[in-house]
């Protein structure tokens, strides 16, 4: 029975807690351990039947980004998670999909991949027998992972180890609530270009990179709810890759430090900046802090973990 006409589903920004990065792989990828972390920053995807596929893409009101260079064609992330489902279903594509986004546009926050789980969720909801539905949350995870590496966990949403390319995920256990500020930046970096930047840097200091293994520090002060120990373990091998490729973040991270950050890194590939703030009230000193020294684009708060993809 397909009788739903409207699907709409909310989905959260993640930051990377830990971002080990292992060696290169034979298929281009790099083995990982990645600590997500869903954070309460959401893109709100709305799925309407249409004549075809449609993509229309807009910046929430009362958020202040920028989704100029957002493809609305075929080749949006979202569009080819509706096209997965359609194929998995049997049905055609046919959808209108309205994404409403609030999550930084090419950011390290996961908004491509977000808007993706939105889709996955919304166009399976729409288009799927809901008595006897063929697609399960694992079918969802798995088209997730042939999309993206943050896909799966954009469907998940809490906090979680990723293994692989980051697409095998175990849930992890983190106590409380954290504050985050996260400071944005102008234009965005290229992921493939900070990898790529991450193994140029480390051949020419002739380093070897290890197999990645997951921070004992950082998953005990998750377990515990320890912000200053959280805070003192956050890590992310991508960082000095995204300094380089854009140094004008080193003065950012350095400014969140000195105005009393518990811990402060590169968000992902960047070019966001993410700041561990030991409570709400501290994480709204901080942001005005931040804002006044202008040191970003723009600084907004947010907490976690929060749940995942999730139906209106």
């Known amino acids: 029975m397909r009788d739903v006409t409207a699907v709409s589903v909310r989905v959260p920004a993640k930051v990377n807690l830990q971002l080990a990065v292992g060696p290169l792989r034979d298929d281009g990828y790099h083995d990982l351990v990645n600590v997500f972390h869903a954070v309460s920053l959401f893109d709100e995807v709305r799925a309407v039947p249409a004549a075809r596929l449609e993509i229309t893409v807009e910046a929430a009101p009362y958020s202040r980004v920028s989704v ?92 979680a180890i990723g293994v692989g390319r980051g697409e095998r995920l175990t849930p992890a256990l983190a106590r409380g609530t954290f504050h985050w500020v996260f400071a944005t930046a102008g234009g965005g ?31 005990a002060a998750l377990a515990t709810g320890d ?20 140094p004008s973040l080193r003065r950012t991270i350095a400014a969140g430090r000195d105005l009393g950050a518990l811990g402060a890194l590169v968000s992902g590939s960047g070019p966001t900046c993410a700041f561990l703030a030991a409570n709400d009230e501290h994480a709204a000193e901080l942001a005005a802090d ?14 976690g973990p929060v749940p995942g993809a999730t139906l209106l």
């Open 189 to 219: 970096l290229s992921t493939p270009a900070v990898y790529a930047e991450c193994d140029r840097i480390r051949a020419a200091e002739g380093r070897a990179p290890a197999r990645p293994r997951v921070s004992e520090d950082l998953m």
């Open 290 to 303: 931040l804002d006044g020294a202008g040191v970003a684009a723009s600084i907004v708060r947010a907490s």
């Open 227 to 246: 912000a200053k120990g959280l805070g003192e373990a956050l890590d992310n091998d991508l960082q000095p890759a995204a300094l380089a490729l854009r």
């Open 68 to 159: 100029e260079g957002v493809p609305t064609g075929a080749d949006n992330l979202a569009a080819r998670a509706a096209t997965l489902v359609a194929a998995r279903l049997g049905v055609a594509p046919a959808v209108a999909l309205r994404i409403r986004k609030a999550i930084p546009v090419a950011g390290g926050m996961a908004g491509g991949s977000a808007d993706a789980a939105a889709a996955l969720v919304a166009c399976a909801r729409l288009w799927d027998d809901r008595e006897n539905p063929v697609l399960s949350r694992d079918d969802l995870l798995e088209l997730g992972a042939d999309l993206g590496s943050d896909v799966p966990f954009a469907l998940l949403g809490g906090t």
